[in-house]
C-alpha cells in the first residue's frame, strides 16, 4: 500500500509539477504564453485558423490568397499571402475572436494609402472593437518587401475583435500602381517586437508615417 502511494504521488507530481512551474513563470512574466496564429493564408479560400474563413468582398483579394512566386513581393513566410492586386475595391474581414495576448502582430508590405491626402485610395490593416476602428496600419508604400508590424492591444485582453484588410484603388497617378495591400502571418502574442519594427502603426488620430530618404521611417507633422 505504501509502495502504491508512493508511486501514484511520484505520477501526481511527475505530472503537474510542470504545469505548476509553468503557470507560475507565465504569471511573473518570466515565461511567454504560447503565441496564436490567426492566420498564415497557407491554405485555400482565406481560413481563420482558430476556426472559419474570413468574408472576402469586392475584387481586389479574388478568392484565395496569392502564390508569392506569383507576385513581386518578398518577405512573406510560407508560400502564400494576402496580395490585393486583382483591381477594383474590397476588403477581407476576419471572424470575431478574443483578445488574448498583449499584442497582435503581421507582416505588412505595398501602398501606404489611408484614405488620407486627396489620393482616394486606401491599403490599410484595422482591428475592430465593436464595430470602431481601434488600431490601424497601412504598407509602406512604394515597397514590396514584407516586414513585421504589430500593435500593442494589451488594454483590449478580453475584447471581442475582428481584423480588417482594406483596399480601395487610388484614383490618378503614377501611385495607382501602389492600391495594393501585402499581409501575411496574423499572430498573437506576449512577445514584443524589438527591432526592425517599421513604426507603420498609430493610434486613431495620429500623424501619418511616412518613409525618410535613408529609408528609415518617421512620422510627419501632418496628413
Ligand atoms: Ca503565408
Known amino acids: 500500500m505504501t509502495k502504491n502511494m508512493t508511486v501514484c504521488t511520484r505520477s501526481m507530481f511527475q ?3 510542470p504545469m505548476i512551474l509553468g503557470l507560475t513563470l507565465i504569471s511573473a512574466g518570466w515565461l511567454h504564453a504560447q503565441d496564436i496564429v ?3 493564408f497557407e491554405e485555400p479560400n482565406y481560413v481563420w485558423l482558430p476556426g472559419g474563413s474570413w468574408t472576402v468582398t469586392g475584387t481586389p483579394f479574388g478568392t484565395t490568397p496569392a502564390l508569392g512566386t506569383a507576385t513581386p513581393v518578398t518577405g512573406y513566410q510560407g508560400s502564400y499571402l494576402v496580395y490585393s492586386a486583382n483591381g477594383g475595391n474590397g476588403t477581407l474581414v476576419s471572424p470575431s475572436f478574443t483578445i488574448q495576448r ?4 503581421f507582416l505588412i508590405g505595398g501602398g501606404s494609402y489611408r484614405g488620407e491626402g486627396g489620393y482616394g485610395g486606401e491599403t490599410r490593416i484595422d482591428l475592430l472593437v465593436n464595430g470602431q476602428v481601434v488600431q490601424h496600419a497601412a504598407g509602406p508604400g ?4 514584407m516586414d513585421w508590424e504589430q500593435w500593442n492591444v494589451s488594454g483590449l485582453l478580453g475584447q471581442t475583435a475582428q481584423i480588417r484588410i482594406v483596399a480601395t484603388a487610388v484614383a490618378t497617378g503614377d501611385f495607382s500602381a501602389w492600391a495594393h495591400i501585402n499581409v501575411d502571418q496574423i499572430v498573437e502574442s506576449d512577445n514584443s ?3 526592425g519594427v517599421h513604426q507603420f502603426s498609430r493610434q486613431v488620430g495620429q500623424s501619418r508615417p511616412c518613409r525618410g530618404a535613408a529609408g528609415e521611417w518617421s512620422v510627419s507633422a501632418g496628413v
Open 142 to 145: 512604394e515597397w514590396e518587401n
Open 15 to 17: 505530472i503537474y509539477a
Open 38 to 40: 490567426l492566420s498564415d
Open 102 to 105: 498583449n499584442y497582435i502582430k
Open 193 to 195: 517586437l524589438t527591432i
